[in-house]
């Protein structure tokens, strides 16, 4: 198991769509095991497989239900799922959302309240949920990713244009950074 960076926004690969797993070997496994340990180090409660910078339909979620334990523990509903499809929706619900590849933004997005969701486990095997409350609104975030939507997305043309330019502000030193070593790699490639 071993660490991977998240990726954060304006990265291009945020903006792509995602392939569909076909090869459930190892180094998918690889994959889901890594992309856990970084979940947990960045204490998110889900991930899309782009977020750490490989172009495929995974998300993993960990996400807590229930009440906290005096001892601060508390249960949660991980899954690891491939190849994602809504099957069925309803309702409608507002939450205020955060993302690992957005630090600092949170904004209120609407989403289906109830999610029927189809997807493959790490062996191939097809598995269906269905799913409520922060459960169902995790699966809706994570799955955009796969389709290359990021939360912002979801907001209004007003809302957004505000929110990124907040967001370009306070991160301006560490997008630069960011574009300085993209620019270092392509140069590296050509030599
Ligand atoms: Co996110």
């Given at each position: 198991m071993a660490l991977r960076t998240v990726v954060t926004f304006p990265d291009p690969i945020l903006k792509q769509r995602c392939a569909e797993v076909t090869d459930f070997g190892a180094e998918l496994h690889t994959l889901l095991d890594d992309m856990a340990d970084t979940m947990a180090k960045e204490e998110g409660i889900g991930l899309a497989a782009n977020q750490v910078a490989v172009s495929l339909r995974v998300f993993i979620m960990d996400v807590p239900v229930g009440q906290e334990r005096p001892d601060g523990s508390q249960d949660s509903i991980r899954l690891e799922v491939i190849?994602?499809?809504?099957v069925g929706k309803r309702g409608e619900v507002h939450y205020d959302e955060g993302c690992l590849s957005f630090p600092g933004v949170t904004e209120s997005v609407l989403r289906a309240a109830e999610i029927e969701l189809a997807f493959q486990d790490r062996h191939g095997v097809a598995q269906q949920v269905t799913a409520t409350g922060l459960v169902a609104i995790c699966m809706q975030h994570e799955l955009d990713h796969l389709d290359g939507?990021?939360?912002?997305?979801?907001?209004s043309p007003l809302k957004r244009r505000v929110v990124l330019r907040d967001y370009l502000r306070d991160n301006a030193e560490r997008i630069a950074e960011q574009d300085r070593k993209a620019k270092l790699q392509q140069r590296r490639a050509r030599a």
């Open positions: 190849n994602p499809r809504i939507i990021t939360f912002i997305d979801r907001l």
